[in-house]
């Protein structure tokens, strides 16, 4: 697949900040972060292919292909390095990103994501939702994911769960199952640990059952450079669950790597 033009909005002036959204979601996702850090960074929220306003397009959404739109973004932004975060799904992107462009991360971010490919029960889940999609539409996501996405403290806070139940009922189904079956193929990337030397967010819900703690505490334990954090009272949405902790994070790190790498 050729690269698309994404859609993204953008605020703030400063050290460029890329963040990725995750499935099934769109940029404004992470609109409180993007606020709070807008008056030091230039943050840039991209949707990604067949979310938000971008394109959708048929077929799968590898991982790679997902990335190889991104960097076609920095390229018109003519951002030669970038500081790129990844939720979830965006997290996967930005690892595909990684083998594709590494000279272009002035550091990385894993929000609620990991380096590991899809186990054969996983594959099976995901191939169970594209055939709920395929005769219910959306709300098939809506189902199957939302009761997974909240911690019990959070779950009863109405206003978190419109705001991503919305989220997800615009998805296409067509994109939907494209982004599906491209994270089921996308490639175990925990080879690329060792490797990473730029500094690296690992962000993580004490109550996730997606991507548990546990998980983030390997990961960090086998980057060179490392910053692991664990949002209390989260799950699978510490931006939305816990957005003032989170964007606060997100801020201590960022403003550590002014004293930690040097511009180029």
């Known amino acids: 697949m050729k ?20 499935f099934p ?45 991104v960097l076609e973004l920095l390229n018109r932004l003519e951002l030669p390095k970038a500081i790129i975060m990844g939720h979830s799904m965006g997290g996967y992107v930005a690892l595909a990103l990684w083998r594709l462009a590494a000279e272009r991360f002035r550091a990385l971010g894993l929000i609620a994501s990991h380096v590991w490919a899809d186990s054969e029960a996983q594959r099976e889940a995901r191939e169970q939702l594209i055939a709920q999609i395929l005769e219910h539409g959306s709300g098939a996501v809506v189902q199957a994911m939302l009761p997974r996405l909240f911690a019990p403290a959070s779950s009863t806070d109405e206003p978190i769960q419109e705001q991503a139940r919305a989220m997800m009922l615009e998805a296409r189904p067509t994109s939907l199952i494209g982004a599906l079956r491209g994270m089921m ?80």
């Not at 002036?13 to 995750?22: I, K, S």
């Not at 996702?29 to 397009?57: C, K, M, N």
């Not at 640990?193 to 334990?221: F, K, Q, W």
């Open 3 to 22: 690269p698309v033009t994404l859609s993204y909005s953008e605020q703030g002036q400063g050290d460029p900040l890329v963040l990725l959204h995750g």
């Open 25 to 69: 979601f769109k940029g404004s996702l992470w609109q409180h972060q993007a606020r709070h850090l807008s008056d030091a960074y230039r943050v840039i929220t991209p949707d990604l292919r067949g979310f938000g306003q971008s394109e959708v397009t048929d077929g799968i959404y590898e991982m790679e292909v997902l990335a190889r739109d």
């Open 185 to 264: 193929r996308r490639p175990d990337s925990s080879d690329l640990l060792p490797h990473i030397s730029v500094p690296t967010l690992i962000l993580c819900g004490d109550a996730d059952p997606i991507v548990p703690p546990e998980r983030a505490e390997e990961m960090a334990r086998q980057l060179p450079n490392a910053t692991l954090v664990v949002v209390e009272n989260a799950a699978h949405m510490p931006m939305l669950e816990q957005p003032q902790a989170t964007a606060l994070a997100m801020r201590t790190f960022l403003n550590g790597l002014r004293h930690a790498q040097p511009k180029d």
